[in-house]
């Protein structure tokens, strides 16, 4: 090879890795009532960005390109901090949540036989952490390589749960990949289920239903449940069900099917046994937009995901942009253990004990085809 042919590749080679650097940068996201500032972080690596806010841990957008090469928002969320603290049922727009993901029935469950009672926010059960679960507290933050820690105490009898539980999660993006890493400790037995409830629509926020889009979730069995959403305690074979999603199909293709789970959630809100059951990250679910190319595999280590079409948002929130999002405008992944986990023995354990480490890692890769 000549020398200005080489000289050309390696200022080549060194403007891409440039690009895949990813840029860190941090601003006020204004105030809570109290007055605790809340900030936003932007995370930046080539065309992909994600702005995640102190409150909540909230992932409050995420850009991404289509195969057109054109950006998009592909979560769904508000503009302002007072949106989400103002809004009564703000839908958990991408919120970490925690202490425990889902429901649990009746609000109730035993460790060490001993009986907690947790608020009931949800029927008659309690839902995604109580009525201030990890999705309304301002986490403590800092700037890591690549992206943010967040870190949250939740003191002894925090909404109801055992324990003084001490949290971090860190958002980093690597290329194309918003990689969420969660990790816990307890001073006293707890139950534990976190996850982060981001709301996609790939062909961007607030433009129509996610009906049309496909998805593929890599699993053989699902949790059904009873008509309040909570498992049965049934681990169900997806075979011959609109559950199946074993090969990528369109999601709108079989939500109006008389099917009992279906009409018990207006649509997919589901949790799905992941085949990987052995807590190593591997390829849970892919979603592809065939209108604007863009795909969405998400990696987890976590053994379920809760599959949900956005079935309750009813155009009464105005999302960001002014776009008002109606049902169906967006679908979550939520990758965790399976709901009600404490009131099921055969499901995978939730209990978290001292001297022990909660780890869990969700990736995020969005790219097109
Ligand atoms: C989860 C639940 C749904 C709903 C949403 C939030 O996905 O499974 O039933 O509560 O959270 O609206």
């Known amino acids: 090879m000549k020398l200005g042919a080489l ?36 995370l930046k ?9 102190t409150y909540g841990g909230i992932l409050q957008a995420l850009q991404a390109p289509g195969r057109n090469g054109r950006d998009a928002d592909i979560v769904l969320g508000f503009d302002s901090l007072d949106q989400y603290v103002k809004t009564e049922n703000s839908a958990y727009f991408g919120a970490i949540i925690g202490r425990f993901a889902n429901r649990i029935a009746h609000a109730k469950f035993t460790l060490d036989g001993k009986t ?3 608020p009931v926010n949800d029927g008659p059960n309690s839902l995604h952490g109580g009525l201030k679960g990890f999705d309304k ?11 943010v820690e967040l870190t949250h105490v939740s ?26 890493e969660y990790a816990a400790a307890t001073d006293k037995d707890t139950v534990l289920n976190l996850t982060n409830h981001s709301y996609f629509n790939l062909a961007g926020q607030g433009t129509g239903t996610i009906l049309p889009e496909e998805l593929k979730i890599n699993a053989s069995y699902y949790t059904p449940t009873d008509a309040t959403q909570i498992p049965t305690g049934e681990i169900a ?4 069900t609109p559950f199946d999603f074993r090969k990528l199909t369109v999601i709108g293709a079989r939500i109006g099917e008389n099917n009992q789970q279906l009409h018990f959630a207006r649509g997919y809100d589901d949790n799905w046994a992941l085949d990987n059951q052995n807590g190593k990250l591997a390829e849970a679910a892919e979603v592809y937009d ?32 002014g776009h008002v999002y109606k049902k169906h405008y967006g679908l979550t992944l939520e990758t965790q253990h399976y709901p009600d986990s404490p009131n099921h023995s055969n499901f995978p354990t939730t ?3 001292p001297g022990q480490r909660f780890h869990s890692i969700t990736v995020l890769r969005f790219s097109t085809r």
């Open 7 to 42: 000289l050309l590749l390696m200022m080549a080679t060194f403007v891409q890795a440039q690009s895949d650097f990813t840029k860190v940068t941090k601003k006020p996201f204004g105030k809570m009532p109290d007055g605790t500032p809340v900030e936003i972080y932007t």
């Open 45 to 53: 690596s080539g065309k992909i960005e994600a702005r995640i806010m």
């Open 116 to 118: 907690y009672t947790l």
């Open 137 to 147: 507290v301002v986490w403590k933050a800092k700037e890591i390589k690549d992206g």
């Open 155 to 180: 003191k002894d009898g925090d909404q109801g749960y055992p324990g003084t539980l001490r949290v971090a999660v860190r958002y980093t993006l690597q290329g194309n990949e918003l990689r969420i």
């Open 237 to 240: 074979p997806v075979a011959d």
């Open 290 to 321: 065939p209108a604007t190319g863009r795909v969405l595999t998400v990696f987890t280590t976590e053994s379920g995901i809760q599959f949900y079409t956005g079935n309750f948002l009813d155009g009464t929130l105005t999302g960001k942009g």
């Open 351 to 353: 209990e978290l004990k």
